[in-house]
């Protein structure tokens, strides 16, 4: 069963930084393309960015371009988020996904598979 859990969201400041993680089990890690994606209120779901197998290559939305990084670690089987410089139109639910087949740093949420239950950011002003 693949179970996909994410973690670290919270309240922050404007300005902050924040790092969310997403441990992975179920799947052969290495072989999955793997990213995040946000909702904010009244808002569509966002691609926010993505790293590819081996984690050489990352993709970003371009929202979050020069603010947020992506990694991943193999022997945690687990992928980060870093956000820096966070902004109150950052706020919404933050979900991981993977996919064994998605092309990296697709952008399309129906290019995933598998979906994390999601954890919220919420920047102040």
């Known amino acids: 069963q693949v179970r996909l859990v994410e973690s670290g969201g919270g309240l922050v400041q404007a300005g902050a930084a924040l790092r969310l993680s997403c441990a992975a089990s179920?799947?052969?890690?290495?072989?999955?393309?793997m990213g995040w994606f946000r909702q904010g209120p009244g808002k569509e779901r966002e691609f926010v960015g993505g790293?590819?197998?081996?984690?050489?290559?990352?993709y970003y939305g371009d929202s979050v371009k020069g603010r947020f990084t992506i990694s991943r670690d193999g022997a945690k089987n687990t992928v980060y988020l870093q956000m820096h410089s966070l902004k109150p139109e950052d706020t919404g639910v933050y979900y991981c996904?993977?996919?064994?087949?998605?092309?990296?740093?697709?952008?399309?949420?129906?290019?995933?598979?598998?979906w994390g239950q999601g954890t919220q950011v919420t920047v102040s002003s």
């Open positions: 179920g799947i052969t890690f290495g072989s999955y393309g």
């Open positions: 790293v590819s197998r081996s984690g050489s290559s990352t």
């Open positions: 996904v993977a996919d064994a087949t998605a092309r990296s740093g697709d952008s399309r949420a129906t290019a995933y598979d598998y």
